[in-house]
């Protein structure tokens, strides 16, 4: 409140983050000239010049969001390297590379994460529970990380894991936590790689050549052929 008597500037907040907002500013009297907006995971807000796009994240408070960032500064750099007359190309192309780039790092990343995981939870699952299972529903299990997030897989391989006997309940724990430890493996491997396309990302960077922005536009006029 303190802060937004020396700087009224506008909030934005999730619902329940809201509702704790409005508590103190009705407290400090300041509710009616405070400007508040509400936004939720999958929005996306224009605060120009930045583009923000909040995301689900795991907190120990509900209803929290990380926030993505997009900042012009490429689209300036493009901009300013490329004659006037094909500024929209080189623009476009911009968000066409971007979007590819999204689509290929997702999908490397998909896969180192698919593999290592399936890798890791064969090493894991005891002897008794590759044994009892079918192959097939193993394999699917292996290239299906979501299965702890399944509820309705979970219940099906507990009746499977409890024909076993007796031991079965304990046998099913032990596959949870190879489950758990399999994923957890798999995800450290695949910030391990963020890392490193992070640093080779930065390394180009440095190389990128230093052009000072233009002062004013100037169309280059096209030369025509003669016949």
């Known amino acids: 409140a303190q802060f937004l008597r020396e700087f ?19 407290r400090e009297r300041m509710l009616e000239q405070t400007e508040l907006h509400t936004f939720a995971a999958g929005d996306v807000v224009q605060i120009d010049p930045f583009t923000i796009e909040p995301y689900h994240v795991c907190h120990s408070i509900p209803d929290t969001v990380g926030l993505g960032i997009t900042t012009p500064l490429y689209t300036i750099a493009v901009q300013n390297a490329v004659p006037y007359n094909i500024l929209g190309v080189a623009t476009s192309s911009t968000a066409f590379f971007r979007s590819i780039g999204g689509s290929v790092g997702l999908a490397i990343f998909g896969s180192v994460m698919s593999n290592r995981f399936a890798s890791e939870l064969g090493t894991r699952l005891p002897p008794t529970v590759k044994a009892l299972i079918p192959p097939e529903r193993l394999d699917a299990l ?22 076993i006997g007796p031991q079965g309940a304990q046998l099913f724990q032990q596959v949870l936590q190879a489950l758990r430890q399999s994923l957890d493996s798999a995800l450290s491997h695949v910030f391990l790689f963020a890392l490193f396309a992070v640093v080779i990302a930065f390394l180009i960077n440095l190389f990128i050549k230093e052009i000072p922005l233009r002062k004013q536009h100037s169309m280059e006029p096209i030369p025509l052929k003669r016949k």
């Open 8 to 26: 009224p500037l506008p909030v934005y907040a999730t619902r329940l983050t809201r509702g704790l907002i409005e508590v103190k500013l009705k």
């Open 142 to 163: 292996a290239h299906n990380p979501q299965a702890l997030m399944s509820p309705e897989a979970q219940e099906q391989l507990q009746r499977i894991i409890e024909q």
